[in-house]
């Protein structure tokens, strides 16, 4: 048979186990389905054994850096650094075996850890990933076959201390990102072309290390995004700005926006707090929160997950937190039993690791106070990371499975019950 044969029929192939495959509870891209950091997958372990939940497989090649799995399938895709190359990489759920690799990137080096830092974006068929230093690809799921590269520097964008580490968002037909940067800081390509839709000209922020999220409101689809400098809202049709407010973001602002009922939850580390902000049809925006409860929860760059009614994160200098959304008061905090780290949520319970001792502790997400279904030690652990580097990469729940990495090592638990 023809090689170009050979490849349609495995890609016909490919996209059938997909679709019979489409009542799994999937993790395709950063925080998950709807970049909320939950999943609905239900039927998984409410107690742990002593030991915790059982280790299906390790793989010992994930290469260096911090970026987290996507898993749709039997597919799992994430990033990491091989010598001078930054690649992007695809195993099998069931075995860790390697499926195939791309390069993406050259080596980007950095005292906190070298190597790429966000997780690709897994759409339909295809693969999208950002390297470090701006590098972003699209290729096929099923072999790796490349469709289109560029680079956010191309695109006005000047690489972020710490390296981009934005994931990338798919919507409809677009991908977004951040180059950052005069000829605006928001981007909108052609998922299947690369080539560009249109770019904020009228919102100029230099890149920080936040993810965009999408939302409904009012009528208007759009995108959110959180800068070191603003909280901005982008019409997703035009690109224009359709809201703004300040942010007195410093040194890096990382977690993912919130958006709930009209309202966006924001959070950053280094002192500066929490906020929610109240979107109105016309465009003003209204900060919610008093000063007592914007120091509630102060998030670095663990992740804070909206579950009902109340947040759930680790606070600077104060703990693991649960907030109240719409009040901003802190309901509880549990200083002892965890250190800073960051977390996932699934089937009532929180995931959560200690991003120094590799501590992994399952709670449940309450507002009733810190109550723990089971903890273990992630073993064995990295001997290549920096000094400077932790345990940052943060958990995933997927189709039974937790799956955790250090480095170059990366985690596959049954957590399934």
């Not at 860790?96 to 190597?115: I, K, R």
């Not at 830092?117 to 230093?133: H, M, W």
Request: aromatic letters at 10%.
């Amino acid at each position: 048979m023809h090689p170009r044969r050979i490849m349609l029929s495995l890609s016909v192939i490919f996209t059938m186990t997909l679709s019979l495959n489409a009542d799994r509870f999937d993790w395709p891209q950063w925080r998950g389905l709807d970049r909320t950091g939950r999943t609905t997958e239900a039927d998984l372990l409410k107690e742990w054994p002593d030991a915790g939940p059982e280790q299906l497989w390790v793989s010992r090649d994930a290469g260096l850096g911090y970026s987290g799995p996507a898993v749709v399938g039997n597919r799992l895709v994430t990033m990491g650094l091989r010598g001078e190359s930054e690649q992007l990489i695809c195993l099998d759920v069931e075995t860790g075996q390697e499926l195939w690799t791309v390069d993406v990137g050259g080596l980007y080096e950095n005292g906190w850890g070298d190597g790429p830092r966000s997780t690709p974006t897994v759409d339909e068929d295809r693969v999208y990933a950002l390297g470090a230093k701006g590098d972003l690809v699209c290729v096929r799921l099923a072999d790796g076959e490349m469709e289109w590269r560029t680079t956010l520097t191309d695109f006005g964008g000047a690489i972020p201390n710490w390296g981009y580490s934005e994931s990338v968002l798919i919507d409809g037909d677009r991908l977004l990102c951040t180059p950052g940067g005069d000829q605006g800081a928001i981007l909108a390509l052609d998922k299947k072309t690369g080539e560009k839709i249109w770019q904020t000209a009228d919102f100029t922020d230099p890149a920080h290390y936040a993810s965009i999220i999408v939302a409904e409101h009012d009528g208007q689809r759009q995108y959110i995004q959180l800068t070191e400098q603003s909280v901005v809202g982008i019409a997703a049709d035009s690109g224009n700005v359709l809201w703004q407010t300040p942010w007195p973001g410093r040194v890096a602002v990382v977690p993912t926006p919130i958006f709930a009922n009209g309202h966006v939850y924001v959070s950053s580390g280094y002192g500066v707090g929490c906020d929610l902000f109240r979107i109105a049809s016309d465009g003003t925006v209204e900060s919610v929160y008093d000063d007592r409860s914007k120091k509630v929860l102060k998030n670095h760059h663990g992740g804070v997950i909206l579950v009902d009614d109340h947040l759930y994160g680790y606070s600077d200098g104060v703990g693991w937190v649960c907030q109240e959304l719409m009040s901003g008061k802190m309901v509880w905090r549990d200083r002892e039993s965890l250190g800073k780290g960051s977390l996932c949520f699934a089937d009532g319970r929180l995931y959560c690791v200690d991003k120094d001792g590799g501590e992994v502790v399952l709670i449940a997400a309450t507002p009733d106070g810190w109550e723990e279904h089971g903890r273990f030690k992630l073993s064995p652990q990295t001997e290549l990371r920096k000094p400077k580097g932790r345990i940052w990469t943060h958990p995933v729940v997927a189709n039974g499975k937790l799956f955790l990495r250090d480095q170059e090592l990366l985690f596959c638990y049954d957590v399934k019950e």
